[in-house]
């Protein structure tokens, strides 16, 4: 089973970005997915999750309002569009894949993981 992310890039203060994440080996149709990052020198935190069934989202606060988190369960893919983006935001994201349909905000629940892609906020 592999996650392949792509998307990331750099992009100035108050831009966009939409990362990309896709599935192969596995179909993920009524599994939870989620994204996640991680900052140097930091802890890899939360960031979005959408339930196997419904649709069902949910958002780290710093992040409400600016990023929405989608599938294409045709696809195997999760998307994360990014807005008004802050340096703040600046780090690896990684895409996850859990086993069961509810979200979670503990990485503990995610069996798979995509090798992240960069996102740089820098004017």
């Known amino acids: 089973v592999q996650l392949q992310a792509s998307g990331g890039g750099l992009v100035q203060p108050g831009g966009s970005l939409r990362l990309s994440c896709t599935a192969s080996g596995r179909t993920f149709r009524t599994d939870a997915m989620g994204w996640f990052r991680q900052a140097p020198g930091k802890e890899r935190e939360f960031v979005a999750t959408?339930?196997?069934?419904?649709?069902?989202?949910y958002y780290a606060e710093s992040v409400e309002g600016r990023f929405t988190i989608s599938r294409d369960k045709d696809k195997n893919s999760v998307y994360l569009q990014m807005n008004s983006l802050k340096p703040e935001d600046t780090a690896a994201y990684y895409c996850?894949?859990?086993?069961?349909?509810?979200?979670?905000?503990?990485?503990?629940?995610?069996?798979?993981w995509g090798q992240g892609t960069q996102v740089t906020v820098s004017s």
């Open positions: 959408i339930s196997g069934i419904g649709g069902i989202t």
């Open positions: 996850a894949a859990a086993l069961s349909t509810r979200t979670s905000v503990s990485s503990n629940e995610y069996a798979y």
